[in-house]
């Protein structure tokens, strides 16, 4: 049901982005932890962003495409639908349920590369912004560090831009997160979209 949500939202956004013009759209694409699982989507990250982008006067609008439980497997064959609208900044965060699935890192890493590809072959001016995730050490050293090592990997491929850990100073935080210790609360999203806008807010300077 929230994946038909989100395409209908993209769809009427069309209507809206054409009609209005001006404003550029930045695209969250990500999982339960873009989606702001346990919350209200206004409260969660790239909401708080997109008050930090309307505070400073820019012209740009955040599109929420977080999905719970999404893989990059999965965002590889969903991010067709969604750029029925122009992207011109994709903000990548994938990754974390593949690793706590422990899915094999070369299918994680070529699944990403995939999506950069597809968005960067129909809108070859979308900047891209790459959001690292870290994996549970009980996969072992190796398994960490690769996964770890994907998502710099990625933005230096694609001249991207790279956010090394989208759950700094939150993750293993319990206050900072809801009771599945995996899922930050409000204020945790408001640390969230610290890491992002530090960096996010540079790019859209760019344009």
């Known amino acids: 049901m929230r994946f038909l949500i989100i395409v209908m939202g993209f769809y009427l956004g069309v209507v809206v982005h054409a009609e209005?013009?001006?404003?550029?759209?930045?695209?969250?694409?990500?999982?339960?932890?873009?989606?702001?699982?346990?919350?209200?989507?206004?409260?969660?990250?790239?909401?708080?962003?997109?008050?930090?982008?309307?505070?400073?006067?820019?012209?740009?609008?955040v599109v929420n495409a977080g999905l719970s439980g999404e893989t990059?497997?999965?965002?590889l064959r969903r991010i067709g639908w969604l750029m029925r609208r122009k992207i011109d900044v994709l903000v990548l965060a994938l990754g974390a349920n593949d690793a706590l699935r422990g899915v094999p890192l070369e299918v994680t890493r070529e699944s990403l590369q995939g999506i950069v590809d597809k968005v960067k072959e129909k809108y070859k001016d979308v900047k891209i912004v790459v959001v690292g995730m870290e994996a549970p050490p009980n996969l072992g050293d190796e398994y960490t560090k690769g996964f770890r090592e994907i998502f710099k990997a990625l933005a230096e491929r694609n001249d991207a831009v790279w956010i090394p850990f989208l759950l700094a100073g939150v993750a293993g935080n319990p206050?900072?997160?809801?009771?599945?210790?995996?899922?930050?609360?409000?204020?945790?999203?408001?640390?969230?979209?610290?890491?992002?806008?530090?960096?996010?807010?540079?790019?859209?300077?760019?344009?």
């Open 20 to 61: 209005e013009g001006a404003r550029k759209t930045v695209l969250f694409f990500g999982d339960s932890l873009t989606a702001g699982y346990g919350l209200d989507e206004e409260r969660a990250f790239p909401a708080v962003v997109q008050a930090k982008i309307d505070s400073v006067g820019m012209p740009f609008e």
């Open 175 to 207: 206050e900072l997160n809801l009771p599945d210790r995996i899922h930050p609360t409000e204020e945790g999203h408001q640390i969230l979209a610290e890491n992002v806008w530090r960096v996010l807010e540079l790019v859209l300077k760019t344009f």
């Open 72 to 75: 990059s497997s999965g965002g």
